[in-house]
């Protein structure tokens, strides 16, 4: 608010109306944009009968801030049975199939039982 507020000031835009804006005040429009969607209803029953039978994943970015390794995207993946779950790092968006191809491979070679069950 406080660049738009700087720009209707100094008339630095040509065309721009000259809006009042008001503290702590929502626009509907805004409101509307931001309102998050129903979710799903939680369930009381866990419908997969062994780890990794089913995943749930989540791709979201680009974020504003680039991570350690200099990545804008993250790719969360959680195992409906166990609840486990992986955060694995994207440069960019197009580089998720591959990298899902290498985490399921890296599944497949590996023992992850102790993943699921701790000793």
């Given at each position: 608010m406080h660049h738009l507020k700087k720009l209707i000031s100094k008339e630095l835009?040509?065309?721009?109306p000259k809006l009042k804006?008001?503290?702590d005040?929502?626009?509907?429009?805004?409101?509307?944009?931001?309102?998050?969607?129903?979710?799903?209803?939680?369930?009381?029953?866990?419908?997969?009968?062994?780890?990794?039978?089913?995943?749930?994943?989540?791709?979201?970015?680009?974020?504003?801030?680039?991570?350690?390794?200099?990545?804008?995207?993250?790719?969360?993946?959680?195992d409906d049975f166990s609840m486990f779950t992986w955060t694995l790092f994207l440069k960019s968006k197009s580089d998720t199939f591959s990298t899902f191809k290498k985490f399921a491979k890296m599944l497949q070679n590996k023992n992850c039982r102790h993943m699921f069950h701790p000793q």
């Open positions: 835009v040509d065309g721009l804006f008001e503290k005040h929502i626009f509907e429009a805004f409101q509307k944009e931001k309102q998050v969607k129903n979710s799903f209803k939680l369930k009381n029953i866990i419908s997969t009968t062994r780890p990794l039978q089913l995943l749930h994943m989540n791709l979201f970015g680009p974020s504003k801030t680039m991570s350690l390794g200099e990545n804008y995207y993250a790719l969360v993946i959680v």
